[in-house]
């Protein structure tokens, strides 16, 4: 057994998992996963930087991050960087703050390594289930950058391209610093515009429309999954692999985008960092199962971080 450490720092999001990988059964038993929001990319798609409010917030989550790397004994660290730390002008100051702290050099990654990576970790343990039939397709919904990837055992076509529900929505939904609440239609019909031309894009290289299984992951989907199991707290072990039928999620995304900023932080499941975005990830959700025909989405809780856990051991 080899104990790992994985971050995952993404445009909304940091996470942290720090498990014992054992690659004799191709096991990962976690020790302690969890995740901050601190919206790295605030601004980014806008001004190409990292604003220094939003580098602050995420060194603190960074420290306590490696508070809990040292006492849990991990022997190895790997800490990667996704799409809001690909696009920075400044993205060297993210790198001195991290290796500061934690020990470690960020890896700021390309998309279709994020998709093996995100690939690998979503499909490991689906591997054999005759109800889940492959070609999967997994999908990465992030804050900046959706992530495709379509395989059997191993990846056949991997594609990231810049939607994500931190870049839509700041790019359309976003008036005088203030969120619209609720969005308007026209804001709606330019997001969906966005999305399906982000789509196309993606499906010059991944055959979308082959996938036999949708695979979801990344906090607005897991978020859209609480919302239609109806949970009254959020519950991980509920909605890792539940299955969630194409018009539950069209009822969740028109509930969504007519919905105030106060009705949305009223669902149980919501967290608060998700209030403002969770819309425009909704509505990536939804084009994906429209552009493949997919009756439903698998929803994963192992990602991306499972996939760089992998990676380590």
Request: a negative charge.
């Amino acid at each position: 057994m080899t104990r790992v450490a994985a971050i995952d720092c993404g445009t909304n999001s940091i996470r942290l998992l720090v498990a014992d990988a054992d690659p004799r059964t191709g096991e990962l038993v976690d020790l302690d996963r969890r995740m901050e929001i601190v919206r790295l990319g605030q601004g980014v798609d806008k001004t190409g930087r990292l604003a220094p409010e939003a580098l602050q917030r995420t060194f603190a989550a960074c420290r306590t991050y490696a508070e809990i790397i040292k006492e849990l004994g991990a022997e190895r660290t790997r800490f990667v960087a996704t799409s809001a730390s690909r696009d920075a002008e400044n993205r060297d100051d993210f790198v001195r703050g991290v290796l500061d702290i934690l020990g470690v050099e960020p890896e700021v990654i390309s998309g279709d390594q994020e998709a093996e990576f995100s690939f690998t970790g979503a499909t490991r343990e689906l591997k054999g289930r005759e109800d889940l039939p492959t070609p999967y397709l997994v999908v990465d919904i992030g804050g900046g950058s959706t992530e495709f990837v379509v395989g059997d055992g191993e990846v056949r076509a991997a594609r990231s391209v810049d939607v994500g529900c931190v870049r839509m929505t700041e790019r359309h939904l976003v008036r005088d610093g203030v969120v619209t609440d609720p969005p308007t239609e026209a804001q709606i019909t330019a997001i969906r515009a966005d999305i399906e031309a982000a789509l196309d894009l993606a499906e010059q290289t991944v055959p979308l429309r082959e996938a036999r299984t949708l695979v979801g992951l990344a906090g607005s989907v897991t978020t859209v999954a609480g919302i239609a199991l109806g949970l009254d707290a959020y519950e991980s072990a509920a909605i890792h692999h539940s299955r969630i039928p194409y018009a539950r999620v069209a009822e969740i995304v028109d509930r969504l985008t007519r919905s105030t900023h106060a009705e949305r932080a009223a669902i149980p499941v919501m967290h608060p960092g998700r209030v403002d975005v969770i819309a425009a990830g909704a509505l990536v959700l939804l084009a994906i199962m429209d552009r493949t025909g997919a009756q439903e989405v698998v929803v994963s809780e192992h990602d991306i971080l499972d996939g760089i856990g992998w990676s380590i051991a």
